[in-house]
């Protein structure tokens, strides 16, 4: 009798084994990795125009340009080329191509995500096709259903969206048409979703740090995943350390090679853009991230400020744990959350969510000067000669001479607030505002109006 009662606890045990397997063999992140010789990989980088923007942090990802011919004072009625109604809600900066600018929207009343296209002489809309409806999940009051900035490669223009616990990368051709949409891996998140996709020769790559959601929580929901542009097929998709983070993932040449940089709770991250193979790992007291790393032509910078203050600089040449062989400096005081790192000539440049602006010097941290600008920050600061330009939620634009420690030369207000980051081209500067989009200039011109059919014209 006592035999019989172990075979059928054991067959129970069994049973609910075999039943929790089937369970949760589905759940959580699985880890793709084709082989080489079936990645197809026979595309080779795009070739944006000096005058672009392709993609978050622009060419090369470093968020500055040389031009120093941008406007350095504008109001509502002075410089400004053109401005055009934007609908519905996003935080994704404009994206450059050509005479194109490709600018992605949300509307909460329908769950609608689109992309919309516009004239880069006369922000004419020149279409908008909707990508998404319905499947909207929770995110934060600062944040947006559109925050990914798309990215473009002359062909495509691919944008990240997270929907129906989701994350979906859609390519949309230049006449608007969808080429292909492609579920990329689970997310979930608390706050919503604001990483924008970077791309690398034949790759559009996507980061999803999340905690996810019922079992996939306990599990593990974070990956890093690299599709082909041309189909949408995955390439490689790895696991990372759970929680919610929001950085994008910046490919750099750093210390003689190609490197895709990530920060998120725990690490900062190197990996092969071509395979997803970790190149090297520090770690770090962070358990959220907000913003992207910057880096020089040696060195990694990564900020955070949760739970507390923190910055490092990493010499990026190590491979393996570098922690406690590659961390240059570490510093508390000047952290920024949400905007990201701008490294130029030996100098790192933090602005604060609180609207303060530090300077260091990229060899030992020290602080170089400190600036305390009005009102809060979410966009991040852009570099244009000696000028950075750095927009406050109430719409107010600092511009800061950088050759002159930091000196405000101007306070620029266009009555709208600002969430998404700046961007130039062909020596004019480009602001998203909650409701609408500008086209600025240095030159002198008169102000502009919109006309019955939403297309800019002058006053």
Not at 203 to 214: H, K, Q
Not at 338 to 351: A, E, K, N, Q, T
Request: net charge neutral; glycine share 10%.
């Amino acid at each position: 009798m006592k035999r019989f009662f172990n075979r059928q606890w054991l067959f129970a045990f069994a049973f609910l084994a075999a039943g929790t397997w089937m369970f949760l063999k589905d759940s959580g992140v699985r880890e793709i990795r084709r082989a080489v010789v079936d990645q197809g990989l026979t595309l080779a980088d795009p070739v944006p125009a000096s005058d672009d923007w392709p993609w978050w942090r622009g060419i090369g990802g470093r968020n500055f340009i040389d031009n120093s011919n941008l406007p350095v004072q504008w109001s509502v009625s002075e410089n400004i080329v053109w401005k055009v109604s934007v609908p519905g809600r996003g935080h994704s900066s404009p994206c450059l191509w050509g005479e194109r600018i490709f600018l992605s929207t949300s509307d909460a009343a329908n769950q609608s995500i689109s992309l919309l296209c516009f004239d880069r002489q006369t922000g004419h809309t020149k279409w908008q096709s909707e990508l998404h409806r319905g499947g909207f999940g929770e995110c934060h009051q600062k944040n947006s259903h559109a925050s990914a900035t798309p990215a473009c490669d002359g062909q495509f223009v691919y944008v990240v969206s997270p929907v129906k616990g989701s994350l979906w990368v859609t390519a949309v051709d230049f006449s608007g048409q969808i080429a292909w949409s492609c579920e990329a891996g689970p997310y979930s998140a608390e706050w919503g979703y604001g990483s924008s996709p970077a791309i690398h020769k034949s790759l559009v790559i996507v980061a999803a740090d999340n905690r996810g959601s019922g079992v996939d929580r306990l599990i593990g929901s974070s990956w890093l995943a690299a599709m082909n542009r041309q189909t949408g097929d995955i390439i490689w998709r790895i696991k990372r350390t759970e929680g919610d983070s929001f950085g994008s993932p910046v490919v750099a040449r750093v210390s003689d090679r190609d490197q895709l940089l990530l920060a998120g709770k725990d690490c900062v991250n190197s990996y092969d853009p071509a395979t997803g193979d970790v190149l090297w790992t520090c770690r770090w007291p962070v358990k959220r991230t907000a913003n992207s790393v910057a880096f020089d032509d040696q060195h990694v910078f990564a900020s955070a400020r949760q739970p507390h203050d923190e910055m490092v600089c990493i010499r990026a040449d190590g491979s393996g744990d570098v922690t406690g062989t590659h961390i240059v400096w570490r510093e508390q005081k000047s952290a920024s959350d949400v905007p990201s790192l701008c490294v130029r000539d030996g100098r790192l440049y933090s602005l604060g969510d609180d609207g303060i602006l530090t300077c260091l010097d990229v060899t030992n941290g020290k602080q170089i000067w400190k600036r305390r600008l009005g009102g809060n920050m979410s966009a991040s600061p852009l570099i244009a000669g000696d000028h950075l330009y750095c927009c406050n939620e109430e719409g107010t634009t600092y511009v800061v001479n950088l050759s002159r420690r930091g000196e405000v030369i101007s306070e620029n207000a266009i009555g709208d607030g600002i969430m998404a980051s700046p961007v130039a081209g062909q020596n004019l500067l480009y602001i998203r505002t909650t409701s609408g989009l500008y086209c600025l200039t240095a030159e002198r011109s008169a102000p502009l109006a919109n006309q019955t059919d939403g297309s800019p014209r002058r006053l």
